[in-house]
Nanobody
């Protein structure tokens, strides 16, 4: 599967952005689709994930209640709506997949098919 993230940009604290991850090349019902982020000097961390078929969702505590992950009906796209953004949300955001057969984890090393990330910058 190939993934391409888009939608990043610059926003003031308290603002919103919507990221999209377009997928191609495989049967997506097999996967968890995840969003991760990496800030300068920090390790990559889990943000949110969704099960393609059941639409079950998972969130990091730091974004719960502010971010919403969803997928489009009929389109191979997963979205991340980010509201009430904070300066600490500044990072490069990536999407990736994990086969459902292996069970869900939040570890970046358990996901694959990393697309090129998209930069999100939140100013205070």
């Amino acid at each position: 599967v190939q993934l391409q993230a888009s939608g990043g940009g610059w926003v003031q604290a308290g603002g919103s952005l919507r990221l999209s991850c377009e997928a191609s090349g495989d049967t997506f019902s097999k996967y968890y689709m995840g969003w991760f982020r990496q800030a300068p000097g920090k390790e990559r961390e889990f943000v949110a994930a969704i099960t393609w078929t059941t639409r079950s969702t998972y969130y990091a505590d730091s974004v719960k209640g502010r971010f919403t992950i969803s997928r489009d009906n009929g389109e191979p796209t997963v979205n991340l709506q980010m509201n009430r953004l904070k300066p600490e949300d500044t990072a490069v955001y990536y999407c990736a997949v994990r086969l459902r057969a292996y069970g869900f984890t939040r570890q970046p090393s358990d996901f694959r098919s990393w697309g090129r990330g998209t930069q999100v910058t939140v100013s205070s």
